[in-house]
C-alpha cells in the first residue's frame, strides 16, 4: 500500500485511498499519523483534516481532533463542497459535547445543518445529545422526528426518537 506513494508521494489520489483503506480497517492510529504528513504535504486540501480529526474523535482523543476539524472547515469554507464541511462541523459538535462544551457543541451542529439541511445523521446525532444533556427536549424531538422523516425505517433514528420522547415524558 504504501509503496505507491514512495513512487509518486505527491498524488493526492493515493493518499486519498491510503486513508479511505485505514478508516475501512477501523486502523485509526495509523489513520492519524497518515492523515497528519497528508495535511503537511497538502496543507490547502480539507480532506486531510477530516480524516485526521476523525482518527483523533475515534480513539476518544476529543481535544486533539478540534484542531484539524477547526482548520478543515476553515481551509473548505469556499469549497463547493458542502457536505465535506458539514460532516467536520458535526464532527466538532460530538467533539465539543465529549468535552462537555455544549455551547460549542450546539454552534458546530447549527453550522453543519446550514451547510447540509438533508443529512438526517446530523440531526438526529444533535437529537440525541440534546436529550442525554436534558436540554432543549423540544429541539431534541424536533431534530430526531426530522431525522425519521428524512430516512423512514432507520432503526438507529427510531431509537433515538424514542428516547427522547420518553426523556420528555
Not at 106 to 124: C, L, M
Not at 150 to 155: E, F, K, L
Not at 157 to 167: E, H, K, M, N, P
Request: charged content about 20%.
Amino acid at each position: 500500500m504504501l509503496q505507491a506513494v514512495t513512487l509518486e508521494s505527491n498524488n493526492f489520489e493515493v493518499w486519498h485511498q491510503i486513508m479511505l483503506i485505514n478508516f475501512e480497517l477501523r486502523n485509526f492510529e495509523e489513520l492519524a499519523k497518515q492523515s497528519k504528513n497528508v495535511t503537511e504535504l497538502f496543507p490547502n486540501n480539507a480532506t486531510p483534516y477530516y480524516f485526521n480529526g476523525l482518527a483523533y474523535a475515534q480513539l476518544k482523543q476529543h481535544d486533539k481532533a478540534i484542531k484539524p476539524l477547526k482548520r478543515g472547515t476553515m481551509i473548505n469554507a469556499s469549497s463547493a463542497n458542502t457536505d465535506l464541511t458539514a460532516q467536520m462541523h458535526s464532527l466538532l459538535g460530538e467533539c465539543y459535547n465529549a468535552l462537555k462544551k455544549y455551547k460549542e457543541s450546539d454552534k458546530s451542529y447549527e453550522k453543519a445543518i446550514e451547510f447540509n439541511g438533508n443529512d438526517p445523521t446530523i440531526f438526529n446525532n444533535y437529537g440525541y445529545f440534546l436529550s442525554l444533556r436534558g436540554e432543549n427536549l423540544e429541539k431534541a424531538a424536533s431534530m430526531a422526528k426530522k431525522a425519521n422523516q428524512m430516512s423512514p425505517g432507520n432503526a438507529s433514528y427510531q431509537d433515538t426518537y424514542g428516547w427522547v420522547l420518553y426523556q420528555q415524558a
